[in-house]
């Protein structure tokens, strides 16, 4: 199990697509809306996933993750499970400053909404953030994938 240590941010302009390296299609759903636990099933291209997050600490900075690789097939199956409304969205990587920024362009259920997360290797890591993140919306709740799954 390891450790998930992100900040969230909306995104405010285009100016980061020309530094995006890789680009993927994920669809996912949640099988179990915690807390304590949130269950969900994900498709990254062909590749399928099965992750299992904790209940968020440090104001949404971070919480433990399992994650296990799927087939394709295994994947597509529990999505029969899926509760609420299926998460569709494109996912730029961009490398910055020694991290990654990863840019989420949501297709539903809330078509429109662009969000980047950084991945920290400490809570007190400091960045320097590019211009393009504009407000940090680490810890609402309204920003995050099962929410938006469960409440559109």
Do not use: C
Request: glycine share 8%.
């Amino acid at each position: 199990m390891k450790k998930e240590i992100e900040r969230k941010f909306l995104v405010v302009s285009d100016d980061w697509r020309h530094a995006a390296t890789k680009k993927s299609r994920i669809k996912q759903g949640y099988l179990v809306f915690g807390p304590p636990l949130t269950v969900r099933v994900r498709l990254r291209d062909d590749e399928g996933f099965l992750t299992i997050k904790d209940k968020s600490n440090d104001g949404g900075l971070s919480r433990n993750e399992w994650e296990k690789k799927l087939e394709k097939k295994e994947a597509e199956r529990l999505f029969e499970w899926v509760k609420g409304q299926i998460v569709e969205k494109i996912r730029y990587e961009i490398p910055w400053q020694g991290y990654l920024i990863e840019v989420d362009e949501f297709l539903s259920p809330r078509k429109g909404l662009v969000l980047a997360e950084i991945e920290l290797n400490h809570p007190d890591d400091e960045v320097k953030l590019p211009p393009w993140l504009g407000e940090e919306v680490t810890g609402k709740p309204e920003y995050y994938n099962s929410y938006m799954a469960k409440n559109g």
